[in-house]
């Protein structure tokens, strides 16, 4: 009796331990600044998004804060040795305003809310706890107002990092 338990036991860490190596952490970083004036402007991580993903299977991940929406899916797979991620990153922002869209049958005007929108479609070659550019802008811009002139640079570079994903311990 202690043997057969000992056995599934000893199965069941084996099965755990094996579904969970074959699990991923992919990490899609913005990393930069926004209408900076400073020289040289600071970077830092403006917004961050990630999933837990399994080789050759879809992964989709959706974070809603505030007024910004952002979205990660895709596809992360291995090819001719190589560890590949096929991606679609969209970040949607409220821009606080409404546009009429329609008119109903009763004569009350439909709104949607405008919506700035960034959106990356990529696939990559990505390796072990490294971070992989997958995308970016870089902006400068001058506003005059009167006879003041303010200059401003804007810069977003889009990291992709993949880990191994280790599961939280379990509390006791």
């Known amino acids: 009796m202690k043997l057969t338990i000992l056995l599934i036991l000893s199965f069941f860490s084996t099965c755990v331990t094996a579904a969970a190596e074959d699990l991923y952490l992919l990490r899609l970083d913005a990393v930069g600044y926004d209408k900076s004036s400073e020289e040289p402007p600071q970077e830092e991580v403006m ?7 399994r080789l ?17 899916s895709g596809k992360f797979y291995a090819e001719e040795g190589e560890l590949k991620v096929r991606l679609h990153y969209r970040r949607l922002v409220n821009v606080g305003t409404v546009v009429p869209v329609a008119i109903d049958s009763e004569g009350t005007v439909i709104t949607e809310p405008v919506l700035d929108r ?13 971070s992989t550019s997958v995308g970016g802008f870089e902006t400068d811009s001058i506003r005059t ?7 401003s640079k804007s810069k977003v570079n889009y990291q992709l990092f993949l880990s191994r994903y280790e599961p939280p311990a379990e509390k006791r």
């Open 47 to 53: 917004q961050s998004i990630e999933v837990v993903a």
């Open 56 to 72: 050759d299977e879809l992964f989709h991940s959706k974070v809603k804060t505030g007024p910004e929406t952002q979205m990660l």
């Open 118 to 130: 960034s959106e990356i479609q990529t696939t990559v070659d990505l390796e072990v706890d490294q």
């Open 145 to 151: 107002q009167g006879s003041t002139t303010t200059s």
